[in-house]
């Protein structure tokens, strides 16, 4: 039976390069989910093999099941639970199945950046559709060969955020430096392409993170790289919102003040476009609608599912808003607010609770392996910061997450095992070597 677990886990080394390659795109679900069924045989029987720990000693075990299962129970008190089933698997079922899959495949990797340089092909591919469409790829995009495979801008600014820290944790290494910096430039420039905001702000807290092991014995060049990412993650948002706004509103050169909810704020006339973008944010008013409702709710939510709260709640929208802001049912346009209208308080905590465990579970490794530590914690840092003014925590950016994240534990944890190993053998002769001091200690006595 182990035996026969052991070949069968083996499509791990199928499902998961697929997933690293397709994930970063779009309109190519067949393929996605015919590894998703590999991975989910693999992990089924990595469960039955005597080889493996046993299920309760796999990570974030009960984080997991408190999450996973009161997202499942809501099901039960959603209005449309067919919808709330579905958004439960692609959301919680899959990405965490895969996080486990990944984990698996991890601990297996004696040699894991040939297996991330799939992910950067398909970093290089998304960069060279963006040259190709500069400018042309907000929505509608045309419906050509490369297009058709681009994913959503926000999504897939989203998953240039995601495969950073993959970059730095395992390819910042001497022998694929270069490609490992490559990458994160290819992800800047993907994230430039897309225009979104918010991706630069994000970009900077994954890289300041991932990069602390580069410079965390260096104070002066640590103050420099914050100094210059700071300059240039501000500097890249003017020049998005510039972009943004091409031709639709004049460049303005001098200072103003700017009115935000009836306060004044001076705003630099070199920053004059990223003031227009704030005051003309219709974010915080959407906040204000959903946290009022959340309310009604508070401790289960409305249910499952994404699009749950705009459907409740599309009644008592205001019209003003709804004229201002289009997408304004799609969603709250913030991560935990979501989460809040979907399961309530409980769910909020418990979503919470499981973020905090992974990014502690990378904290433990900190000795082991400080640069896939520093990457596991970018990661779930970057995206939280992504997903502060919008939600793309959905089907396969949701899948990304959580397989990048069970690939950066598994091989962290494998490098562990390798590295307790000598240790061990060490320990063991030492001990060996004081018995037998112990033994001829009286013969040498006696003989004298």
């Known amino acids: 039976m182990t035996h026969t677990a052991a070949r069968v886990e083996r499509v791990l080394w199928v499902a998961c390069p697929v997933i690293l390659f397709v994930v970063m795109f779009g309109h190519m679900t067949a393929?996605?989910?015919?590894?998703?069924?590999?991975?989910?045989?693999?992990?089924?029987?990595?469960a039955c093999s005597a080889a493996r720990p046993s299920l309760w000693r796999w990570p974030l075990v009960l984080p997991i099941a408190g999450w996973a299962g009161w997202s499942l129970a809501s099901v039960a008190w959603s209005m449309y639970p067919m919808v709330s089933l579905h958004a439960w698997c692609d959301e919680v079922l899959y990405p965490l199945v895969?996080?486990?899959?990944?984990?698996?495949?991890?601990?297996?990797?004696?040699?894991?950046?040939?297996?991330?340089?799939v992910n950067w092909f398909a970093c290089l591919a998304l960069a060279a559709i963006s040259a190709l469409y500069w400018g042309h790829l907000q929505p509608p995009t045309?419906?050509?060969?490369?297009?058709?495979?681009y994913n959503r801008v926000g999504h897939t600014s989203t998953l240039a955020v995601f495969a950073m820290p993959l970059f730095a944790g395992f390819m910042?290494?001497?022998?694929?430096?270069?490609i490992g910096a490559s990458g994160i430039a290819l992800c800047l420039f993907i994230g430039l392409a897309t225009l979104n905001r918010f991706f630069w702000p994000a970009a900077a807290v994954t890289l300041l993170i991932a990069l602390f092991p580069l410079y965390r014995r260096r104070l002066l060049l640590?103050?420099?790289?914050?100094?210059?990412i700071g300059a240039a993650g501000v500097g890249t948002l003017e020049f998005s919102?510039?972009?943004?706004?091409?031709?639709?509103?004049?460049?303005?050169?001098?200072?103003?003040?700017?009115?935000?909810?009836?306060?004044?704020?001076?705003?630099?006339?070199?920053?004059?476009?990223?003031?227009?973008?704030?005051?003309?944010?219709?974010?915080?008013?959407?906040?204000?609608?959903y946290v009022g409702e959340a309310e009604r709710h508070k401790w289960v939510g409305v249910g499952f599912g994404k699009p749950l709260p705009g459907i409740v709640y599309r009644g008592e929208m205001p019209a003003s808003l709804l004229a201002v802001e289009p997408q304004a049912l799609t969603h709250a346009h913030n991560l935990f607010i979501n989460t809040w209208l979907q399961t309530g308080f409980i769910g909020v905590v418990l979503?919470?609770?499981?973020?905090?465990?992974?990014?502690?579970?990378?904290w433990r490794l900190r000795r082991v392996d400080p640069w896939l530590c520093a990457a596991g914690v970018a990661l779930v840092a970057g995206m939280i910061a992504k997903n502060t003014t919008d939600d793309f925590m959905w089907q396969t950016t949701m899948l990304a997450f959580w397989a990048f994240a069970g690939l950066l534990l598994g091989c962290a944890e494998q490098a562990g095992a390798a590295g307790e190993a000598p240790l061990a053998a060490v320990r063991s002769r030492t001990t060996v070597l004081r018995s037998e001091q112990r033994r001829e200690a009286p013969t040498t006595q006696l003989g004298e």
């Open 241 to 289: 919102s510039r972009l943004r706004t091409a031709g639709t509103v004049p460049a303005a050169t001098q200072p103003r003040d700017l009115a935000i909810d009836g306060h004044q704020v001076y705003v630099p006339g070199s920053l004059s476009a990223i003031g227009d973008t704030v005051s003309a944010d219709t974010r915080p008013k959407l906040w204000a609608f």
């Open 31 to 46: 393929l996605v989910f015919n590894a998703l069924a590999l991975m989910a045989l693999g992990v089924a029987a990595a």
């Open 172 to 178: 910042l290494r001497p022998r694929w430096r270069v």
């Open 98 to 117: 895969s996080f486990w899959g990944f984990w698996l495949f991890g601990t297996q990797l004696r040699r894991p950046a040939p297996v991330v340089l």
């Open 222 to 228: 640590a103050m420099l790289v914050v100094a210059v």
């Open 351 to 362: 979503q919470t609770v499981l973020l905090l465990c992974l990014a502690g579970r990378f």
């Open 142 to 149: 045309a419906n050509t060969f490369p297009l058709h495979f």
